[in-house]
Protein backbone atom coordinates (compact mmCIF):
# COMPACT_ATOMS: atom_id res chain seq x y z
CA UNK A 1 0.00 0.00 0.00
CA UNK A 2 1.56 3.36 -0.62
CA UNK A 3 2.77 5.68 2.15
CA UNK A 4 0.13 8.23 1.09
CA UNK A 5 -2.43 6.55 1.74
CA UNK A 6 -1.19 5.34 5.12
CA UNK A 7 -0.81 8.66 6.53
CA UNK A 8 -4.50 10.00 4.93
CA UNK A 9 -5.82 7.93 7.64
CA UNK A 10 -5.37 9.75 11.10
CA UNK A 11 -5.93 12.83 8.28
CA UNK A 12 -9.41 11.73 7.06
CA UNK A 13 -9.85 10.76 11.00
CA UNK A 14 -8.88 14.15 12.17
CA UNK A 15 -11.37 15.86 9.64
CA UNK A 16 -14.19 13.92 11.01
CA UNK A 17 -13.25 14.74 14.61
CA UNK A 18 -13.12 18.16 13.47
CA UNK A 19 -16.26 18.07 11.81
CA UNK A 20 -17.75 16.31 14.66
CA UNK A 21 -16.84 18.64 16.97
CA UNK A 22 -18.30 21.62 15.11
CA UNK A 23 -21.23 20.15 14.54
CA UNK A 24 -21.59 19.47 18.49
CA UNK A 25 -20.89 22.86 19.24
CA UNK A 26 -23.63 24.24 16.95
CA UNK A 27 -25.94 22.03 18.73
CA UNK A 28 -24.96 22.74 21.90
CA UNK A 29 -25.44 27.00 20.88
CA UNK A 30 -28.69 25.72 19.38
CA UNK A 31 -29.64 23.87 22.74
CA UNK A 32 -28.07 26.82 25.01
CA UNK A 33 -30.17 29.68 22.51
CA UNK A 34 -33.85 27.62 23.50
CA UNK A 35 -33.26 27.38 27.45
CA UNK A 36 -35.45 29.72 29.62
CA UNK A 37 -34.17 32.11 30.96
CA UNK A 38 -33.35 30.96 34.31
CA UNK A 39 -31.43 28.20 32.82
CA UNK A 40 -28.83 30.19 31.56
CA UNK A 41 -28.13 32.76 34.61
CA UNK A 42 -30.04 32.34 37.81
CA UNK A 43 -29.29 35.32 38.90
CA UNK A 44 -30.30 37.59 35.83
CA UNK A 45 -33.27 39.92 36.85
CA UNK A 46 -35.80 41.44 34.26
CA UNK A 47 -35.08 44.88 32.34
CA UNK A 48 -35.24 47.82 34.55
CA UNK A 49 -34.32 46.13 37.55
CA UNK A 50 -31.45 45.58 40.02
CA UNK A 51 -29.66 44.62 42.98
CA UNK A 52 -29.16 47.52 45.52
CA UNK A 53 -25.90 46.54 46.58
CA UNK A 54 -24.58 46.88 43.49
CA UNK A 55 -25.75 50.12 43.43
CA UNK A 56 -25.23 50.70 47.13
CA UNK A 57 -23.60 48.23 49.04
CA UNK A 58 -23.39 51.07 51.81
CA UNK A 59 -27.45 50.46 52.64
CA UNK A 60 -27.45 48.36 55.22
CA UNK A 61 -29.73 45.01 54.37
CA UNK A 62 -31.94 42.63 56.51
CA UNK A 63 -33.99 40.77 54.31
CA UNK A 64 -36.59 39.61 56.98
CA UNK A 65 -38.56 37.47 54.92
CA UNK A 66 -35.89 35.45 53.28
CA UNK A 67 -34.76 34.04 56.83
CA UNK A 68 -37.27 33.31 59.93
CA UNK A 69 -37.37 36.46 61.79
CA UNK A 70 -40.50 37.34 60.24
CA UNK A 71 -44.48 37.39 61.07
CA UNK A 72 -44.66 33.91 59.34
CA UNK A 73 -41.51 32.50 61.12
CA UNK A 74 -40.58 30.65 58.46
CA UNK A 75 -38.51 31.94 55.17
CA UNK A 76 -41.21 33.16 52.64
CA UNK A 77 -41.53 31.54 49.40
CA UNK A 78 -39.98 33.13 46.22
CA UNK A 79 -36.90 34.47 48.65
CA UNK A 80 -34.01 32.10 47.47
CA UNK A 81 -31.42 35.05 48.98
CA UNK A 82 -31.70 37.41 51.23
CA UNK A 83 -30.90 40.11 48.26
CA UNK A 84 -32.84 43.82 48.27
CA UNK A 85 -33.89 43.92 44.27
CA UNK A 86 -35.54 47.01 43.08
CA UNK A 87 -36.54 49.14 39.66
CA UNK A 88 -33.06 51.05 38.65
CA UNK A 89 -35.51 54.24 39.68
CA UNK A 90 -36.76 53.13 43.21
CA UNK A 91 -32.71 51.73 43.85
CA UNK A 92 -31.44 55.05 42.09
CA UNK A 93 -33.65 56.86 44.42
CA UNK A 94 -32.87 55.47 47.69
CA UNK A 95 -29.35 55.88 47.21
CA UNK A 96 -30.00 59.76 47.29
CA UNK A 97 -31.66 59.07 50.88
CA UNK A 98 -28.60 57.45 51.64
CA UNK A 99 -26.18 60.39 50.39
CA UNK A 100 -28.34 62.95 52.50
CA UNK A 101 -28.39 60.72 56.13
CA UNK A 102 -24.64 59.88 55.61
CA UNK A 103 -24.34 64.27 56.43
CA UNK A 104 -25.56 62.90 59.09
CA UNK A 105 -24.08 59.81 60.63
CA UNK A 106 -26.92 58.14 59.54
CA UNK A 107 -27.81 55.15 57.39
CA UNK A 108 -30.89 53.42 55.33
CA UNK A 109 -31.27 49.49 56.65
CA UNK A 110 -33.83 47.43 53.88
CA UNK A 111 -36.25 45.26 55.05
CA UNK A 112 -37.71 44.31 52.24
CA UNK A 113 -38.14 45.23 48.45
CA UNK A 114 -39.32 43.52 45.45
CA UNK A 115 -41.50 41.18 46.68
CA UNK A 116 -42.66 38.08 44.34
CA UNK A 117 -46.11 37.74 43.73
CA UNK A 118 -45.69 33.79 45.14
CA UNK A 119 -44.72 35.69 48.35
CA UNK A 120 -48.08 37.34 48.88
CA UNK A 121 -50.03 34.11 47.86
CA UNK A 122 -48.05 32.48 50.59
CA UNK A 123 -48.92 34.76 53.21
CA UNK A 124 -52.71 34.57 52.33
CA UNK A 125 -52.49 30.84 52.68
CA UNK A 126 -50.62 31.45 55.68
CA UNK A 127 -53.69 33.43 57.29
CA UNK A 128 -56.16 31.21 56.53
CA UNK A 129 -54.40 28.70 58.52
CA UNK A 130 -55.59 29.25 62.81
CA UNK A 131 -52.69 26.75 63.66
CA UNK A 132 -49.85 28.94 62.61
CA UNK A 133 -49.05 31.65 65.18
CA UNK A 134 -45.69 31.22 66.24
CA UNK A 135 -44.42 35.28 66.08
CA UNK A 136 -47.71 35.95 67.39
CA UNK A 137 -46.15 37.30 70.58
CA UNK A 138 -43.61 39.46 69.18
CA UNK A 139 -45.36 40.69 65.47
CA UNK A 140 -49.21 40.82 66.10
CA UNK A 141 -49.62 40.45 69.93
CA UNK A 142 -52.52 42.60 70.14
CA UNK A 143 -54.35 41.85 66.30
CA UNK A 144 -56.10 39.24 65.49
CA UNK A 145 -54.47 37.17 62.57
CA UNK A 146 -57.78 36.83 60.24
CA UNK A 147 -58.03 40.21 60.07
CA UNK A 148 -54.87 41.65 58.89
CA UNK A 149 -55.66 41.56 55.16
CA UNK A 150 -59.23 43.32 56.31
CA UNK A 151 -56.70 45.73 58.71
CA UNK A 152 -54.91 46.60 55.65
CA UNK A 153 -51.54 44.88 57.25
CA UNK A 154 -51.06 43.11 54.26
CA UNK A 155 -53.04 42.69 51.02
CA UNK A 156 -53.99 40.46 48.30
CA UNK A 157 -52.25 42.44 45.09
CA UNK A 158 -48.95 44.13 46.99
CA UNK A 159 -47.07 46.93 45.51
CA UNK A 160 -43.95 45.54 46.52
CA UNK A 161 -44.88 42.93 43.44
CA UNK A 162 -44.48 46.00 41.13
CA UNK A 163 -40.42 46.48 42.65
CA UNK A 164 -40.49 50.24 43.45
CA UNK A 165 -41.80 49.75 46.86
CA UNK A 166 -39.54 49.21 49.97
CA UNK A 167 -39.90 48.73 53.92
CA UNK A 168 -37.05 50.28 55.39
CA UNK A 169 -35.63 52.59 58.64
CA UNK A 170 -32.74 54.33 59.90
CA UNK A 171 -29.52 53.24 61.75
CA UNK A 172 -26.53 55.17 62.87
CA UNK A 173 -23.82 54.85 60.21
CA UNK A 174 -21.84 52.72 62.71
CA UNK A 175 -24.27 49.82 62.48
CA UNK A 176 -22.43 47.90 59.63
CA UNK A 177 -25.32 45.26 59.59
CA UNK A 178 -28.39 44.23 61.57
CA UNK A 179 -28.63 42.24 64.81
CA UNK A 180 -29.51 38.82 64.53
CA UNK A 181 -32.17 37.14 67.03
CA UNK A 182 -31.09 34.85 69.89
CA UNK A 183 -33.30 32.10 69.53
CA UNK A 184 -32.84 30.73 72.81
CA UNK A 185 -34.69 33.97 74.06
CA UNK A 186 -38.31 34.42 74.37
CA UNK A 187 -40.65 36.41 72.16
CA UNK A 188 -40.23 40.37 72.62
CA UNK A 189 -43.86 42.25 71.62
CA UNK A 190 -42.79 44.82 68.87
CA UNK A 191 -44.77 47.06 71.19
CA UNK A 192 -43.04 47.06 74.07
CA UNK A 193 -40.58 50.31 74.34
CA UNK A 194 -37.06 50.48 72.52
CA UNK A 195 -34.79 48.50 75.05
CA UNK A 196 -37.57 46.08 75.55
CA UNK A 197 -38.51 45.10 72.64
CA UNK A 198 -36.31 43.16 69.56
CA UNK A 199 -33.41 45.33 69.37
CA UNK A 200 -33.18 45.96 65.44
CA UNK A 201 -30.36 48.51 65.25
CA UNK A 202 -32.71 51.31 64.23
CA UNK A 203 -32.84 54.87 65.82
CA UNK A 204 -36.43 54.85 67.84
CA UNK A 205 -39.39 54.83 65.54
CA UNK A 206 -41.52 53.50 68.51
CA UNK A 207 -42.53 50.19 67.46
CA UNK A 208 -40.26 47.22 65.59
CA UNK A 209 -40.26 46.31 61.45
CA UNK A 210 -43.44 44.96 60.50
CA UNK A 211 -45.42 45.31 64.18
CA UNK A 212 -48.99 44.83 62.58
CA UNK A 213 -50.41 46.91 65.35
CA UNK A 214 -52.15 50.47 65.27
CA UNK A 215 -49.05 51.60 67.33
CA UNK A 216 -47.48 51.46 63.94
CA UNK A 217 -49.46 53.56 62.17
CA UNK A 218 -47.17 56.34 61.24
CA UNK A 219 -49.24 59.24 63.33
CA UNK A 220 -49.99 57.58 65.80
CA UNK A 221 -49.84 59.70 68.67
CA UNK A 222 -49.22 57.00 71.09
CA UNK A 223 -45.86 56.72 70.48
CA UNK A 224 -43.36 58.89 72.34
CA UNK A 225 -41.80 62.05 71.05
CA UNK A 226 -38.68 60.47 69.83
CA UNK A 227 -40.50 58.25 67.77
CA UNK A 228 -42.95 60.66 66.26
CA UNK A 229 -40.33 62.38 65.53
CA UNK A 230 -37.84 60.51 63.90
CA UNK A 231 -40.95 59.03 61.93
CA UNK A 232 -41.24 62.02 60.29
CA UNK A 233 -37.28 62.41 59.36
CA UNK A 234 -37.81 59.29 57.75
CA UNK A 235 -41.08 60.06 55.66
CA UNK A 236 -39.56 63.70 54.83
CA UNK A 237 -36.25 62.27 53.43
CA UNK A 238 -38.15 59.40 51.60
CA UNK A 239 -40.66 61.95 50.13
CA UNK A 240 -37.93 64.33 48.94
CA UNK A 241 -36.76 61.62 46.98
CA UNK A 242 -40.01 61.22 45.46
CA UNK A 243 -41.78 58.74 47.42
CA UNK A 244 -45.47 58.61 49.11
CA UNK A 245 -45.66 56.98 52.61
CA UNK A 246 -48.03 54.34 53.55
CA UNK A 247 -50.49 55.78 56.45
CA UNK A 248 -50.80 52.24 58.51
CA UNK A 249 -46.92 51.02 58.55
CA UNK A 250 -44.04 54.02 58.92
CA UNK A 251 -41.46 51.50 57.31
CA UNK A 252 -43.12 51.64 53.96
CA UNK A 253 -42.77 53.66 51.64
CA UNK A 254 -44.07 53.81 47.73
CA UNK A 255 -42.28 55.38 44.79
CA UNK A 256 -44.73 57.54 43.04
CA UNK A 257 -43.91 58.00 39.14
CA UNK A 258 -42.73 53.74 39.01
CA UNK A 259 -41.69 52.69 36.04
CA UNK A 260 -43.50 49.41 36.27
CA UNK A 261 -47.56 50.19 37.16
CA UNK A 262 -48.79 46.84 36.16
CA UNK A 263 -50.15 43.84 38.47
CA UNK A 264 -46.52 42.60 39.36
CA UNK A 265 -43.85 39.88 38.63
CA UNK A 266 -43.19 36.48 39.79
CA UNK A 267 -39.35 36.35 39.36
CA UNK A 268 -37.77 34.71 42.55
CA UNK A 269 -35.14 36.55 44.76
CA UNK A 270 -31.88 35.28 43.88
CA UNK A 271 -28.17 36.08 45.15
CA UNK A 272 -26.29 38.43 42.80
CA UNK A 273 -23.19 37.58 41.04
CA UNK A 274 -21.40 40.19 42.73
CA UNK A 275 -22.97 39.94 46.37
CA UNK A 276 -20.69 39.21 49.48
CA UNK A 277 -23.85 39.15 51.87
CA UNK A 278 -24.02 37.66 54.89
CA UNK A 279 -25.51 34.47 55.52
CA UNK A 280 -29.34 34.19 55.61
CA UNK A 281 -31.00 34.61 59.28
Not at 92 to 114: F, G, P
Not at 162 to 170: E, F, N, P, Y
Request: proline share 7%.
Amino acid sequence: MPATSIQSRPEARRRRVNRFSRLSRAGLVSIIMTLPAPALAGSALPRGFVYLRDLDPSIVQDIRYAGSHNFVGRPIKGYLAAACILSDRAASALKAVQRMLAEKKLSLIVWDCYRPKRAVADFLQWSKDPTRSEMKAEFYPRTDKQKLFVLGYLAKRSAHSRGSTVDLGIIPTASSFAPSPDPSQPLKACTSPKGERFEDGTIDFGTGYDCLDVLANTSNVLVGGIARHNRQILKSYMEAAGFRSYAKEWWHFELIHEPFNRDGFDFEVSTSPSSNQRPTR
